[in-house]
């Protein structure tokens, strides 16, 4: 293996489609972590301060199993080599390779915004899913405490809420966790993509280890909590042959349920995970991109509505397979529960107990 970045994902800088030529891109608002003369590419992480208007997002993608979003952070230090998100980070200005693991922007008051949302006479309860575009729980949460603020809010008003991540640091918030179980507004789903560290090193570098993933499904479970696993990415070649395995140890452990993807280079993507592929794991780069060309229609770069998360031909229809084969044999009769927005109805409006 031969990184140019040790510890990241992404291995280049790649230009912002949004900027053309013309237009001058400053960074003077960065100033404040940069002593003069110092390299920005020795700075750990930027951590920059953002006040939005809004924070609960409708989404739109028919691909995408959620009807609201909500994200605390713009951003992940995990820097997940293929993660979707990280054309996102064009749209604040910066680059979708090294800036969107080490300029994470910040929404102190998320949870001021959320309240105003629940408070809206027009919000109907509907399910909001914390980390539809970036990881709540990554490690800059261990101090600012954003997500477990969001998360009091929404117990208080009793509103069901989903969680995607693939940090063990939500184990910190169990005490919310349990009590919004007990009215069942609360759904976790944990992203597992391998059993292997050596693989989760690869393409996950600064997300918690497989262990500790694996031990979040454990006691989120063991305290009432419904539990997906995701298998997200798949990537042909890499951890595809791990899915039964994986299947079958989440479900040992209580995961209820489990969802899959097939990895899709949407945008930049593509540029940024093949030029990793062919730093990082060169002796199988031409192979696994290959493979995942062969799941959308001959190109890495696949947007097509319906298929861009599942693929298609041969190589996406073999793991349909073997995932409903997982299914099959060990989670029958098991799945996660629908979420219950009646306790929030009712205290927002009394009178709805008269019916």
Excluded at 194 to 207: A, G, K, M, N, Q
Excluded at 312 to 319: F, K, L, N, S, T
């Amino acid at each position: 293996m031969s990184r140019s970045h040790n510890g990241r994902g992404a291995q280049r800088r790649v230009h912002n489609r949004f900027f053309e030529l013309s237009h001058e891109l400053r960074d003077d608002f960065l100033n404040y972590c940069i002593s003069e003369g110092e390299d920005p590419e020795a700075i750990k992480t930027n951590y920059i301060d953002v006040f939005p208007k809004s924070f609960v997002n409708k989404v739109e993608s028919p691909d995408v199993r959620m009807e609201y979003s909500a994200n605390p952070y713009q951003g992940c230090e995990h820097g997940c080599v293929y993660c979707y998100a990280r054309n996102s980070h064009e749209y604040w200005g910066f680059g979708a390779g090294l800036d969107f693991e080490k300029n994470i922007l910040v929404k102190k008051n998320a949870p001021e915004l959320l309240e105003q949302t629940l408070q809206k006479k027009s919000w109907q309860g509907n399910t909001i899913v914390l980390s539809g575009n970036t990881d709540c729980y990554q490690p800059i949460e261990r101090k600012l405490k954003i997500t477990r603020q969001c998360l009091e809010v929404l117990l208080k008003w009793k509103h069901p809420v989903g969680i995607i991540t693939k940090n063990s640091l939500i184990l910190r918030d169990l005490d919310l966790l349990k009590e919004m179980a007990k009215l069942n507004t609360i759904a976790v789903h944990v992203s597992i993509n391998s059993l292997s560290e050596v693989t989760r090193r690869l393409v996950e570098p600064r997300t918690a280890s497989i262990k500790q993933r694996l031990k979040a499904v454990e006691v989120l479970s063991d305290n009432g909590i419904p539990v997906n696993a995701m298998i997200a990415p798949i990537i042909p070649s890499l951890n595809s042959h791990e899915i039964l395995p994986i299947i079958k140890k989440v479900t040992d452990l209580g995961a209820v349920s489990i969802a899959h993807t097939v990895v899709r280079l949407n945008g930049q993507i593509a540029l940024l995970f093949e030029d990793w592929a062919r730093k990082v794991i060169p002796d199988k780069a031409d192979r696994i991109l290959s493979l995942i060309a062969q799941c959308h229609g001959g190109k890495l770069n696949d947007s097509r509505w319906g298929t861009r998360m599942r693929g298609d031909g041969p190589v996406a229809q073999q793991i349909r397979d073997t995932v409903a084969l997982g299914k099959k044999k060990y989670l029958k009769g098991k799945s996660m529960p629908k979420l219950d927005s009646s306790h929030y109805l009712q205290l927002k409006d009394p009178q709805m107990r008269l019916f």
